[in-house]
């Protein structure tokens, strides 16, 4: 993997890291709304995003390393294994998307931190 994961996740306006489940697993949220979840105990990183229902499917569908969101509604969360199989550009795509639906979400008062 070319980029950083946690500072790509960490570099989104507003964007914090907590640990509420404990040190194995990092939570990004925006405000009090989780946009991601990262185990830190694998080998390989597996992100957990956010994603419309239809996309979520379709990534399934595409990508081997694309799995339904792990303790997670299965239905709105994929689990992203970061192995090499997946095109950074398309990592970054996934993690933008989820920050976004996060952010409709929280309405109006958040809406600056998309960009245009």
Not at 12 to 24: I, N, V
Not at 86 to 99: L, T
Request: aromatic content about 8%; glycine content about 6%.
């Amino acid at each position: 993997m070319a980029f950083n994961v946690k500072k790509y996740l960490l570099d989104k306006p507003e964007a914090k890291e907590e640990f509420p489940f404990g040190p194995q697993v990092a939570v990004y949220r925006v405000r009090d709304k989780i946009f991601a979840l990262i185990g830190t105990g694998d080998k390989e990183i597996r992100i957990n995003l956010k994603c419309d229902p239809v996309e979520a499917e379709q990534l399934r569908m595409v990508f081997d390393a694309v799995i339904p969101g792990y303790h997670m509604n299965k239905k709105h969360w994929n689990t992203v294994i970061i192995n090499g199989s997946i095109p950074d550009a398309e990592v970054k795509r996934m993690i933008d998307n989820s920050y976004a639906l996060i952010i409709k979400k929280i309405g109006k008062s958040a809406a600056h931190l998309l960009p245009l």
